[in-house]
């Protein structure tokens, strides 16, 4: 993976060049109205460097699934508002279903350098955009000159406006390059796992083995220690003979969770499991609530967070690292009740004087609602492809930009 040597905006002049940026607008709405601007504020600094260098900046992005077809409520409307708020210039938001059509090509060809437009939700093309129609990508790229990937939350998906659009774009002899963001990303991430400084130790959180199999995997290869918490633990729990009560379990993983720790034993790999739980006779805040040892879950309990005993061994770990990551909560950390050993991980993360990066998805969530974020050096606005990075595949969005 030392192929992260991507040319980004900084590497071509883009003057008088129609240059199409997919962002990740994919933001949530409530009533039309935007509850959460972070993914609109990360994209500004790729599209101002854009307008200043006097580009004609063309904006496209999904918002939402688009099950039943185009539709006003997952319309990029709300977000043109919004991004000429925040630009402080007027955007020219073609609100035309068919995103690249008559309307679009009237208002790129009508642009002049410093001009933005915003396009129609691409997933408003359905399955030609996501399944990486070529018709679509090609329209898409006829608007433009040059291509800037700045969406990686959505750059683990080979889709028309992600991956397609930059074979036609290297056609007619443009540049493919990624934004601001997707360079903090490969930076971050890409040498985080192929370059850390050590000692390295990742934490993997959340409810499923099976989701992070590959992750897992993976890391042994990669890491000094491995702590694994979260609903995942109760799996790796029942493998070695422990009673687990309600908790969660993927019984078709318990020969895997085996074999992963041999796999870390035989690499000198430490792989660090709860010791205690803090367990519940309900699945809600008030239940009733004690601590046991790991492995001693009465029946008619479940498993819901790490206990005391286990934030200790944690945040021990984490204390002498250089480089951490961190991918999924600890516990049902959206209870407050449960919450302490999400906390308990973000707290030692934000103490250390090295390099800490959250994975994205509910570690990100638990981080800003747990108030740690600024604490962090780098927050993926990805939690899919950031996964995806960790497993150690190459990534269609960063694929498909040019090397240097």
Not at 27 to 51: F, S
Not at 316 to 329: C, F, I, Q, S
Request: charged fraction near 25%.
């Amino acid at each position: 993976m030392s192929t992260l040597n991507k040319k980004s905006v900084d590497d071509f002049n883009a003057k008088g060049r129609r240059v199409l940026v997919r962002c990740d607008f994919n933001v949530p709405l409530k009533d039309g109205v935007i509850t959460d601007e972070t993914r609109i504020v990360a994209a500004l600094p790729t599209i101002q460097k854009l307008i200043n260098d006097g580009a004609k900046v063309i904006l496209c992005s999904h918002l939402g699934k688009v099950k039943d077809g185009p539709n006003e409520g997952e319309s990029l409307a709300p977000v043109a508002v919004r991004l000429a708020e925040k630009l402080g210039k007027e955007i020219n938001f073609v609100a035309d279903y068919n995103v690249t059509g008559e309307a679009a090509t009237a208002a790129v060809a009508a642009m002049n350098e410093g001009d933005v437009v915003l396009l129609q939700n691409t997933r408003f093309r359905g399955k030609e955009e996501t399944k990486n129609g070529e018709e679509f990508s090609k329209e898409l790229a006829d608007l433009a000159d040059d291509y800037v990937c700045d969406a990686f939350g959505s750059s683990h998906r080979a889709h028309a406006s992600v991956a397609g659009v930059t074979k036609f774009i290297t056609e007619k002899g443009g540049v493919n390059a990624v934004g601001y963001l997707m360079q903090k990303e490969i930076d971050f991430l890409g040498n985080a796992v192929e370059n850390p400084v050590r000692p390295f130790v990742a934490i993997l959180g959340g409810a499923k083995v099976s989701s992070k199999i590959s992750v897992i995997n993976n890391l042994l290869d990669k890491v000094d220690t491995l702590i694994i918490g979260g609903g995942m633990a109760y799996t790796f729990s029942k493998a070695e003979g422990g009673k687990i009560g309600n908790s969660l379990c993927e019984d078709d993983f318990l020969d895997y969770a085996l074999e992963m720790k041999k796999k870390a034993a035989d690499k000198g790999v430490k792989l660090l499991l709860p010791v205690d739980n803090r367990i519940g006779d309900d699945f809600s805040n008030d239940c009733n609530i004690q601590i046991v040892p790991t492995g001693e879950i009465p029946d008619g309990w479940e498993g819901m967070d790490i206990g005391p005993a286990t934030e200790k061994l944690f945040a021990d770990a984490v204390a002498e690292a250089k480089t951490v990551v961190w991918n999924g909560p600890m516990g049902c950390f959206e209870m407050s009740n449960f919450a302490s050993g999400t906390i308990a991980v973000a707290e030692a993360m934000a103490k250390i004087d090295g390099t800490t990066i959250i994975g994205g998805g509910d570690s990100a969530a638990a981080c800003n609602q747990l108030g740690f974020s600024d604490k962090m050096s780098h927050i993926s606005t990805g939690g899919g492809a950031s996964l995806e990075f960790l497993e150690g595949k190459e990534l269609p969005g960063v694929a498909a930009a040019d090397n240097k």
